[in-house]
């Protein structure tokens, strides 16, 4: 089945800089790429998502991108704030009608210090 | 709005005790998914449904069944509880095409003592 690996898994940065979290799946069917946020004590909610057949999605500060070839995707945070201190989850999904599975990763916690 | 509400916050259960959490959404969605979200282990897939009485195991479906009688409510089951079941637990549903948002509920803490 699907495995999504996901680094790193602890991430800290200072307010205004850049972070990049990276993703790697294994089944080469996987088709639909969510990524996750979840603060503390909270939900897990989507932030974006990209699918297999774009190479890179923008949204105001965050962006995604894709690599089919090599199997693996990035989120990209630009001039990060502390309010984006979180965790965030990739996803892959594949298949279609209703039968599909969503795998996430492990999760990276993404501290920004003021 | 949407919703997908999980019965309980915070359960306490006994080892041995048959455990019973319920989800209901409110969203007509045909998917829905339970899983366990552990540190440094991420959410990782229990069960999941694609429509009534339809259901699919997913990576870790050892030690728990599920129940979809009805399109709304997917419930987990812990046939009987063990320390090592202590967790989150978080629902999630979704509409069925792939490309479509997964809405997760807001998880129940379980501790088996």
């Known amino acids: 089945g699907e495995n999504v690996e996901q680094h790193p898994s602890t991430l800290s940065v200072q307010e205004g800089d850049s972070a990049v979290i990276k993703c790697t799946y294994s089944?080469?069917?996987?088709?639909?790429f969510p990524w996750y946020k979840q603060e503390l004590g909270k939900r897990p909610q989507l932030i974006i998502d990209?699918?297999?057949?774009?190479g890179e999605k923008k949204d105001q500060r965050i962006a995604v991108t894709l690599n089919k070839t090599a199997k693996h995707f990035s989120l990209h945070i630009t001039e990060t704030q502390p309010e984006d201190s979180a965790v965030y989850f990739c996803?892959?999904?594949?298949?279609?009608?209703?039968?599909?599975?969503?795998?996430f990763g492990a999760g990276t916690r993404l501290a920004v210090h003021p | 709005d949407v919703k997908v509400t999980q019965s309980s916050r915070y359960l306490v259960k006994r080892t041995g005790e048959k455990v019973f959490l319920e989800c209901v959404q409110d969203m007509d969605h045909e998917n829905m998914f339970w899983y366990r979200q552990d540190p440094g282990l991420g959410l990782r897939l229990i069960y999941f449904s694609y429509d009534v009485k339809m259901k699919e195991k997913g990576d870790i479906p050892e030690g728990y069944s599920v129940s979809r009688e009805k399109k709304e409510r997917f419930s987990l089951i812990l046939e009987s509880a063990s320390t090592n079941q202590t967790s989150m637990y978080l629902c999630?549903?979704?509409?069925?095409?792939?490309?479509?948002?997964?809405?997760f509920g807001q998880g129940t803490r379980l501790t088996v003592v």
């Open positions: 996803a892959a999904r594949k298949g279609s009608g209703g039968y599909n599975k969503l795998i």
């Open positions: 999630a549903s979704s509409f069925p095409e792939v490309n479509t948002e997964a809405f």
């Open positions: 089944d080469s069917a996987s088709n639909y």
């Open positions: 990209i699918r297999s057949n774009v």
